[in-house]
């Protein structure tokens, strides 16, 4: 299919807050939902004015809910970020930051292994990281993986796999990684999930782990939650 997206109507394919930055762009940072979320915002965020006054873009992409940053998912964050950087005149090695939580932990980490621009950074809050294991964590879980990976070749063994962040870590690329995860988390156990992507990735990568006690899932404290946006922010001015 020919790609549909441009600066028009970019609004109904992602959050930006582009417009309200008054300087030269800095950067751009990625910005995930969790599973099931539909959200659109038509107002400027508390996070969209933060980000511009860095005068970085962000952009929070209206990807599938049940998304699990399949194919089509990343070849529509790609497509988006596309239109921003011809929009804006921006190289094509401008700093990208790509986060989330949650779900959009897991895309944060998987974008960061197959954007057609490789991210600077990869910031992630309570990532899903054993996209197998999970398939079997919460009755919930199984119809929304089967949705995003149906169509994928191979079997659904396979795709869970190609699109699970530990079965990535030896071809991650070689950015800074900084991993949040709550000991309190019932959702995305903390064990099964960052404790053995951290432990795959530490050797080899650049990996910061922030452990938030006593927290449940993506609940970051004030403080853990202000040094998430630190990292988010410095990785794009550090990389300028």
Known sequence: ?????????????????DKLCTGEIKGIVISFFGLGNASMFWEDTDEGI???KENIIL???????????NRQSIDYTDEIVDVIIEKYSLSDNIPIVSSGGSMGGLASLVYTRYAKRTPVACVSNCP????????????????????ALANEEGTLADALERYSPLHLADTMPDVDYYIFHCTADLAVNKEKHSDVFVEAMKESHKVTYNIVPDRGH?????????????????????NK
């Open 128 to 147: 899903v990281c054993d996209l197998p294991y999970h398939y079997t964590e919460r009755p919930d879980l199984p119809r929304t993986l089967y949705s």
């Open 218 to 238: 993506c609940d970051l404290t004030p403080e853990m939650r202000e040094l998430y946006d630190k990292y988010r922010i410095s990785a794009v001015t550090e």
């Open 59 to 69: 952009l929070v992409p209206y990807n599938n809910p049940w998304a699990w940053m």
């Open 50 to 52: 933060m980000f511009a």
């Open 1 to 17: 299919m020919e790609k549909i997206i441009n600066y028009e109507n970019l609004r109904y394919f992602t959050y930006s807050n």
